[in-house]
């Protein structure tokens, strides 16, 4: 789900038409991933390794020494295989891979600048493709005005884009949401655009 420039820049224009009708600062993310999972082959691997001896125990006539070698073989075999990409994916917890998602949209929110705008109005929306996950985290200014709930809506049209694959038409959409939201509770002021009008990817 990779941007070419042209969608690049249709988001572009978008932050900047949407920031026209409000003082809010809109900021875009899209992670490739939100991390590599590296500590789940060494987990998998130790728990195969410790499962193992209990058939060998049973069905063989292995010495205690050559179970012992064959477990640190397993432990090294199943590190390994599922140190491939798309295992590793695959047997990290979706509770976990969506707890790494939401941390680096916060981590992206304070990396990018959206917590420093001088009115606090910035709007962090952050959309990681493997973990299939979409945040909107607005700065205390706006977040006092503008309940979570009220949210609901860019996020789902940004998700059902998604699942469409055509996340440059789910920015898009999300951003025109966003500035609706933002216009009735941060309408134009004096502030100068703070923040560059761009989609980071990540």
Known sequence: ???????????????????????GEIVCVLAR???DYAFVPPLWGAFIALASPWPMLLFTDLSTR???AAQIAVFVVATLFVSWGPVRFFLTPRAVKRARAAREAIEQFFSRGVSATKSR?????FVSCAERYARIVADDAIAAKIANDEWRGALDLLLAHMRQERVADG???????CASLLAQHAPPGANDDELPDKIYVI
């Open 1 to 23: 789900m990779l941007l070419t420039a042209q969608d690049v820049e249709r988001i572009a224009q978008s932050i900047r038409r949407a920031e026209q009708t409000t003082s």
């Open 33 to 35: 991933r939100s991390s």
């Open 66 to 68: 050559e179970i012992f």
């Open 121 to 125: 109005t910035g709007v962090l929306i």
């Open 171 to 177: 920015f898009v959409a999300a951003i025109e949401e």
